[in-house]
């Protein structure tokens, strides 16, 4: 075989190594952009539904927080609207006609089961309806001590204080250190829980 001939398949195969190397790296290369797509798309989209996720947890603790608030809100409108029920019977057994009134607040008094003792009414009952209070209490426990066979003497005789107290009804007694709670409120209140349950059904059950 000639020189030329020997030189031309010398570089002929160094020119198909080349080629073929050439095609290897190049293959290789695309193989690894391939892969680092692959990769970055998967990130991307791992970094999206991630975001997604969050999102929407962020919007249901939103709604759920909005969900409590409104369930508070309403809470706090059905109290409101039942304490003013119970504000309207206050007011309404205040203005009973004067003989049921009297009759109520005595016999108040006497459950209050006070030996005797100071009544403390509003400006507005002392200058009406106090002194009839007194004097019919006074008479009622007589009477009931004297069933009982006990006295009911003068020094132990309900009084009507010259102090005004705040309240919208009825008095409270003080027999030394000792105090009854006979206001109208306070005689509404002790029924309140018992009774708010039932209000509330009459109020807002379809």
């Known amino acids: 075989m000639s020189i030329e001939k020997i030189t031309s398949a010398i570089l002929a195969e160094a020119e198909a190594a080349e080629k073929a190397a050439l095609e290897e790296a190049q293959a290789k290369c695309d193989k690894i952009i391939a892969e680092a797509r692959e990769k970055a798309q998967a990130q991307k ?3 999206l539904q991630k975001g997604r996720e969050e999102k929407e947890k962020i919007v249901l603790r939103r709604r759920s927080v909005a969900a409590i608030d409104s369930k508070k809100a309403i809470l706090e409108k059905k109290q409101e609207v039942i304490s003013d029920c119970f504000d309207q019977v ?16 005595v016999r108040v008094g006497l459950a209050s089961n006070m030996p005797g003792g100071q009544l403390f009414f509003n400006e507005k009952e002392k200058g009406s309806i106090a002194e009839e209070v007194t004097a019919r209490l006074n008479e009622a426990t007589a009477q009931l001590r004297k069933a009982d066979g006990r006295d009911f003497p003068e020094s132990e005789r309900f009084t ?3 102090d005004n107290e705040p309240v919208r009804g009825g008095y409270w007694i ?3 250190q000792t105090y009854a709670d ?3 409120e306070s005689q509404v209140s002790v029924h309140k829980k018992e009774l708010a349950a039932e209000v509330s059904r009459m109020l807002f059950e379809d």
Do not use: K, N, Q
């Open 45 to 47: 989209e791992a970094t």
């Open 90 to 105: 206050v007011e309404r057994i205040a203005d009973l006609p004067r003989g049921e009134y009297i009759d109520f607040l």
């Open 160 to 162: 009507l204080s010259s």
């Open 174 to 176: 003080r027999y030394g």
């Open 182 to 184: 006979d206001t109208v």
